[in-house]
């Protein structure tokens, strides 16, 4: 699969500076869908990314069941130290820095192609 046929899901709860340099950082590398974090259901996506500068565990976790079991979501915040990561979720945490969101089309690929072999 080449990198823009990659289906992101860019999940927003509310608009903010990290939603907006992490879809900057994909944009025209992949293809791109936003999804509203309060949706019912939330589209077919290869990977779900969600950026936010306000973190609440709650929400991550409902997240996660909103997505298929076999997606990975990657969560962009500078509070990612605040979360537990669980190693039997597909949840992956990032810190919100500029070193992360300029190779984050790399970490994107290198997760999805990750899960490609487990799956």
């Known amino acids: 699969m080449s990198d823009s046929k990659l289906k992101i899901g860019l999940i927003a ?14 944009q025209g590398k ?21 950026a936010s500068n306000k973190l609440d565990k709650l929400l991550i976790t409902g997240l996660a069941k909103k997505i298929k079991k076999t997606t990975e979501l990657l969560v ?3 509070h990612h130290k605040e979360m537990e990561v669980d190693p ?3 949840i992956f945490y990032y810190p919100y820095q500029y070193d992360i969101i300029i190779n984050l089309p ?4 290198t997760v999805f192609s990750a899960s490609q072999v487990k799956a």
């Open 13 to 26: 709860d509310h608009p903010n500076i990290v939603f907006e340099d992490v879809q900057k950082s994909l």
């Open 30 to 50: 992949f293809t791109l869908q936003k999804v509203d974090a309060a949706s019912e259901e939330y589209p077919n996506c290869d990977i779900f990314l969600f």
């Open 88 to 90: 039997e979720t597909r």
């Open 106 to 109: 790399l970490i994107v690929k």
């Open 76 to 78: 962009i915040s500078s």
